[in-house]
């Protein structure tokens, strides 16, 4: 599992206690997603435009970065035509290529 990118410091140390006390089941799993809601940064958006501009910056056609982000061409071209927007994950996955370029996959 990837690691959380955590608000603060100091959200990974209370979600670290809190998981924690999950793990003992002190805390049940309801109360342990409201800590994971607290303390971890959601995935960020991007409008279509920035979408397609990170693919641009990386040199490749739709076709090919779909295939770097286990996705379909069409799914790439709706989230550049602004028809759909990327889920977590795949807003991850966008967020580490826009930091590291194709690099990561390698």
Known sequence: M????YKSDASEAI??????LYRAK??????MREYDDLCIEE????SAKQIASIRKTVNVS?????VYLNTTVSTVRQWEQGNKKPSGIAARMLQLV???GLTIFG
Do not use: C, L, M, W
Not at 62 to 66: N, P, R, W
């Open 43 to 46: 995935a960020p958006e991007f």
């Open 98 to 100: 826009q930091k590291n």
């Open 2 to 5: 990837a690691k959380a990118r």
């Open 26 to 31: 002190v805390i049940d799993k309801k109360t």
């Open 62 to 66: 739709q076709g090919v970065f779909a």
């Open 15 to 20: 979600h670290s206690a809190a998981s924690g």
